[in-house]
């Protein structure tokens, strides 16, 4: 219910494309594996990290009623594989993307995997060296996909202003000649601006229906509201940026 209400709401507000993530939290995280910091300030005390992904897990049964739903609604469902059976699966499902997370840089098999789908492939990169990246890409190249997106990234929710680090969309784009994006967990508008002037091609962010939600995520969402604004920017400064061409 909550899902299909957050899929409306998006559609509604002008984005083109809705994520979601596909895990087990018995194949994602052990059972002793503690919180990162974000995520302690923003759940309950005594859950262990591997309980909180337990509750958030999404069954293989409301995948498939959630992306006939985006179907119906005519946007585009994406989600995040933690692993080689969650990209498989989605494979299944019929997704024209996907997405992996900055954690995901270094789970190779993953790459090689969905690299052979030949499908658009988003690959975070917020926790990876430029010479990691450069692995990844090469899996990518070897196999034919032409469809690799790099998103820039800062992975903390939310990220401080100084650890943004926007050019290095530039220095993305210059280093493996393919598009690129920015997953935007920045508070404000401001940065997405950048990224769009520097030439990010996919702007990703967090979404809620409300800031006081339980769960990890929910304090550095945007809400309806400002999702709005925040799409309202987004192409505003898309026409500030015009064209290269000098006219009178």
Same mark, same amino acid.
């Given at each position: ?130 010479? =990691? ?90 809400? =309806? ?7 309202? =920017? ?10 290269? =061409?000098?006219?009178?």
């Amino acid at each position: 219910h909550l899902a299909k209400k957050l899929i409306r709401s998006a559609k509604k507000i002008g984005a083109n494309i809705v994520k979601f993530q596909t895990f087990k939290a018995k194949s994602l995280a052990l059972e002793n594996t503690p919180k990162v910091s974000y995520q302690k300030k923003s759940t309950q005390k005594n859950e262990t990290h591997f309980e909180m992904l337990k509750k958030l897990e999404l069954s293989y049964e409301n995948h498939k009623h959630l992306f006939n739903y985006c179907k119906k609604l005519e946007i585009e469902f994406l989600s995040t594989p933690y692993d080689l059976k969650s990209a498989k699966f989605l494979n299944k499902l019929g997704v024209n993307y996907f997405k992996t997370s900055s954690a995901d840089i270094v789970d190779l098999q993953l790459h090689k995997y969905i690299a052979s789908t030949k499908k658009v492939s988003l690959v975070s990169v917020g926790m990876a060296s430029i010479e =990691e990246i450069a692995i990844v890409v090469n899996i990518y190249k070897k196999y034919g996909n032409k469809n690799l997106i790099l998103l820039h990234t800062t992975s903390n929710y939310p990220a401080s202003d100084g650890s943004i680090n926007i050019r290095v969309i530039d220095t993305l784009r210059k280093t493996f000649k393919v598009p690129v994006g920015f997953s935007d967990h920045s508070k404000g508008y401001l940065a997405a601006v950048c990224a769009i002037s520097l030439g990010a091609r996919v702007i990703e962010r967090h979404f809620t229906l409300n800031n006081n939600m339980d769960g990890p995520d929910h304090k550095a969402s945007l809400n =309806e509201k400002n999702f709005l604004k925040y799409i309202k =920017e987004i192409r505003k400064s898309e026409i500030l940026l015009g064209s290269k =061409e000098k006219v009178i």
